[in-house]
Each structure stands twice: as C-alpha cells, then as structure tokens.
C-alpha cells in the first residue's frame, strides 16, 4: 500500500509548530516576569490591586494577554478541517 500524503496534514503540523510557538512564548512571559520582578527582598515589593507586582504581570496579565493571543491566532491562521477520508484537495485520503 502507497501513502500518499493529506494536505490536511501540512495544516495540522503548521497549526502545531504555532501552537508550541506560543506556549514558548507564554513561558518565557511568566518566567521572566516571575523571577525577574519577584527576585529580591520580599519586604521591597511593588504591589499593583494588593498583589505583588510579579505575580499580577506574571500570572493575571500574563494570562489575560495569552488568552487574547490565542483567541486572534487560532481565528487568523487555524483552519476547520473535516475529519473524514477524503482530502478536502479532492484526493482521497492516507488510506487509498
């Protein structure tokens, strides 16, 4: 039996390099903000609504901006795809 190959599949491993792009990029977000302002002498902290400052920007807007982040990612540049055996290309799938 040949593969032949489904373009949904280029389509899926694009959508998941983005989306390990982005959970990087959350990552490196709540690390930096984390342990770059909460470093220190808890007793010199900034607060921002009662919180100290690296929790709210690590955890509160690092949250909120990631959620706006993949909402707009997902609607550009993910698609909807069938799951059935035909290739929406007008091939037939991995399996003929």
Do not use: H
């Amino acid at each position: 039996m040949k593969f032949k190959e489904d373009s949904r599949y280029r389509r899926a491993n694009r959508e998941a390099v983005i989306s390990l792009g982005m959970y990087v990029l959350f990552f490196a977000w709540w690390y930096f903000t984390a342990y770059g302002l909460g470093s220190g002498d808890p007793a010199g902290y900034s607060y921002v609504f009662g919180l100290p400052s690296w929790f709210f920007y690590s955890c509160i807007v690092g949250y909120i901006g990631i959620s706006l982040v993949v909402w707009a990612v997902v609607r550009l540049f993910f698609s909807e795809d069938s799951i059935e055996g035909t290739d929406p290309d007008g091939t037939e799938g991995s399996q003929g």
